[in-house]
Nanobody, 123 residues
Framework: VQLVESGGGSVQPGGSLKLSCAASGRIFRVNRMSWYRQVLGKERELVALITRDDTTTYAASVKGRFTASRDDAKHTGYLQMNSLKPEDTAVYYC??????????????????WGQGTEVTVSE
C-alpha cells in the first residue's frame, strides 16, 4: 500500500489550497485518515482527523479554516485549507489506518504515511 500526497504549494496569506492523499494497493478498507504538519526543528502536530463515519477533529489553530473530507470509493482523503496564514507554513503529511489484503483470505491493519507536501504561506 502507498499513500501519495499532492496539492501543496505557495500561496499568499488569505489564500486556499487543497491537499489530497490517495491510497493505492490491495486495500480492503481505509479507517481513519489524519493530517499532520511539521515545521523544521519542531514536533509534528496533528492538524485534522477524519474517521470512517466522517467524524472530524481539528487542531484549535485551524478550526473553522480547514476541512477534512474523504472519498472512500477512491481511497482518498482531502484537506481543504482556507484563510491560510504564514504560521500554516509547514510540510504536511497524511496518514491512514488501512486494512489491506495479505495473501488470499487474510487481512492486516497498518498505519501508512504519505511522503509529505510542502505548504508555504507568504507575501
Amino acid at each position: 500500500v502507498q499513500l501519495v500526497e499532492s496539492g501543496g504549494g505557495s500561496v499568499q496569506p488569505g489564500g486556499s489550497l487543497k491537499l489530497s492523499c490517495a491510497a493505492s494497493g490491495r486495500i480492503f478498507r481505509v479507517n481513519r485518515m489524519s493530517w499532520y504538519r511539521q515545521v523544521l526543528g519542531k514536533e509534528r502536530e496533528l492538524v485534522a482527523l477524519i474517521t470512517r463515519d466522517d467524524t472530524t477533529t481539528y487542531a484549535a489553530s485551524v478550526k473553522g479554516r480547514f476541512t477534512a473530507s474523504r472519498d472512500d470509493a477512491k481511497h482518498t482523503g482531502y484537506l481543504q485549507m482556507n484563510s491560510l496564514k504564514p504560521e500554516d507554513t509547514a510540510v504536511y503529511y497524511c496518514t491512514a489506518n488501512i486494512v489491506e489484503y495479505v495473501g488470499i483470505l487474510n487481512t492486516e491493519t497498518t498505519d501508512y504515511w504519505g511522503q509529505g507536501t510542502e505548504v508555504t504561506v507568504s507575501e
